[in-house]
């Protein structure tokens, strides 16, 4: 069974500050990961995947993620934090197919001046 | 450019009513998906389709059916609404990737209401 744990609720930092978004997932089989975003009324959009190759993955505007076997984990994280960076971030698990997919609670992330 | 269209961006139904949510993807995707999404429960499958005029049941079906018809369509079906229905609905496509990594892209979202 599949699970994706995303630790945080809320996190706030300020601009031009690292970002760490955490995430813990359970898999039976080696999943795919995944990292998306959504901007307020706007729909998700995908910030990168992990597929079994590099473990360090880099995504979109900046961000980039580790995936930890060790500690089934994929933290998300920014070295200097944006104020258009301010949204909600999933956490997803799936299997190879891409059907069993699971998605986190959700992250929102604020951003201060 | 992949574009995942949904019918309506806001709907408000009564109770029992039977309501139908289009969705439609330009890019020629095997794989279809709906979930609702509350706010602390993130993203819950409802139903998802692999092929035309299959579907299969995600994690909270009950209450919703679906149809596929034509590739690029994917209507999901509220048969009689209740007010535990009301939601952002969330459509997403595709496309067939064995080895993994196939990520989803996701349409706008419709925000029902059901009084």
């Known amino acids: 069974a599949q699970s994706v744990t995303q630790l945080d609720s809320h996190v706030s930092v300020s601009e031009g500050t690292p970002v760490l978004l955490r995430c813990n997932y359970s898999?039976?089989?080696?999943?795919?990961l995944f990292w998306y975003v959504q901007h307020p009324n706007k729909g998700l959009q995908l910030l990168l995947k992990?597929?079994?190759?590099?473990?360090l993955v880099k995504g979109i505007n900046g961000f980039e993620a580790e995936f930890k076997k060790s500690e089934t984990s994929f933290h998300l994280t920014k070295p200097s934090a944006h104020m258009s960076d301010a949204a909600e971030y999933f956490c997803?698990?799936?299997?190879?197919?891409?059907?069993?997919?699971?998605f986190g609670a959700g992250t929102r992330l604020f951003v201060k001046a | 450019d992949v574009k995942v269209t949904q019918s309506s961006r806001y709907l408000v139904k009564r109770t029992g009513e039977k309501v139908f949510l289009e969705c439609v993807q330009d890019?020629?995707?095997?794989?279809m998906f709906w979930y609702r999404q509350d706010p602390g429960l993130g993203l819950r499958l409802i139903y998802f389709?692999?092929?035309?005029?299959?579907?299969e049941k995600g994690d909270i079906p009950e209450g919703y059916s679906v149809s596929r018809e034509k590739k690029e369509r994917f209507s999901l079906i509220l048969e009689s609404a209740s007010t535990n229905q009301t939601s952002m609905y969330l459509c997403?496509?595709?496309?067939?990737?064995?080895?993994?990594?196939?990520?989803?892209?996701f349409g706008p979202g419709t925000r029902l209401t059901v009084l």
């Open positions: 898999s039976s089989y080696s999943p795919s």
């Open positions: 992990y597929t079994s190759a590099a473990t």
């Open positions: 997803v698990v799936s299997d190879t197919g891409g059907f069993k997919t699971i």
């Open positions: 890019m020629d995707h095997e794989n």
């Open positions: 997403a496509s595709s496309r067939d990737r064995p080895l993994g990594g196939n990520e989803q892209f």
């Open positions: 389709s692999y092929d035309v005029k299959m579907k």
